[in-house]
């Protein structure tokens, strides 16, 4: 079904990656100092701008390609979004792009601002120093289908609103709260729960706990694991590997968690 066209909206060209607007928006996509100084960020692919509008967020600016402007998947999109489009050539899309081959779709947003505070009770996803986008956006996707609403990252960790991680997490930081550059130091003896931290060393197993009530998962650095702070104030669970492999990816690890306590809690 064609889109309904509205005289709120404009289509504008930009050929030029020297525009204001291009550098604008390749400062968000790049630099993690550009986001944080403009307090914006970037959603890349349909699937995000789409999940993005459905939640009644603001899109602050968009940019396609004339190819992409008239795919049906992009249409759902300018359904619902009332703004400027700004239209650019594939080629300088595929330069700014960090999904390589995809229907061209970049949206400018602010970045979230809350006041929630932690809520030292509730079911909480601690991120100490993970560095991988593609293991932070995993494991906000797989906290968020474990119905986990908590995440709290350390600093050291990757951008949590990052492109990148956007990308990674597919929607999922739309139903999360998240606190970034936190000190574990700070919060950690506040939580009136159990807390849990991942290690492959004097560890006990992580079948024989009881995750029936709400409980704190701490994750560790993807090459040094967890730190020695978290390992002395949490409870150390392994998670049994006949095959005898050293370790777990952290994100696949984290996930395990999660559903162990899914399934305990069912």
Request: hydrophobic letters at 40%; proline letters at 3%.
């Amino acid at each position: 079904m064609a889109s309904q066209w509205t005289p709120f909206m404009s289509i504008i060209y930009l050929e030029s990656k020297d525009n204001a607007k291009i550098k604008h928006l390749r400062g968000l996509i790049e630099q993690q100092s550009f986001r944080k100084k403009q307090k914006q960020t970037v959603l890349e692919g349909t699937h995000l701008c789409l999940s993005w509008l459905q939640e009644q967020r603001k899109i602050i600016s968009l940019f396609t390609t004339e190819v992409a402007l008239k795919h049906a998947d992009f249409e759902k999109i300018i359904d619902i979004y009332q703004g400027a489009i700004f239209v650019i050539s594939e080629s300088l899309y595929r330069d700014l792009s960090t999904l390589g081959t995809t229907l061209a779709c970049l949206a400018v947003i602010d970045l979230p601002q809350s006041s929630q505070a932690i809520d030292f009770k509730k079911d909480t996803l601690i991120l100490e120093n993970i560095q991988d986008p593609g293991n932070v956006g995993t494991l906000l996707r797989s906290a968020a289908a474990a119905n986990i609403k908590q995440v709290v990252c350390t600093k050291g960790s990757a951008s949590l609103w990052s492109p990148r991680v956007l990308r990674a997490g597919m929607g999922a930081h739309f139903s999360l709260y998240t606190f970034e550059n936190i000190e574990l130091d700070m919060i950690l003896e506040q939580f009136d729960i159990p807390v849990f931290v991942t290690s492959s060393h004097h560890a006990t197993n992580l079948y024989d706990q009881d995750l029936t009530k709400p409980c704190v998962w701490i994750l560790g650095n993807e090459g040094q694991g967890a730190s020695e702070y978290a390992l002395s104030h949490a409870q150390a669970i392994t998670i049994p590997q006949p095959g005898g492999q050293e370790s777990l990816n952290v994100a696949i690890a984290g996930s395990i968690c999660f559903f162990e306590m899914v399934r305990q809690r069912q």
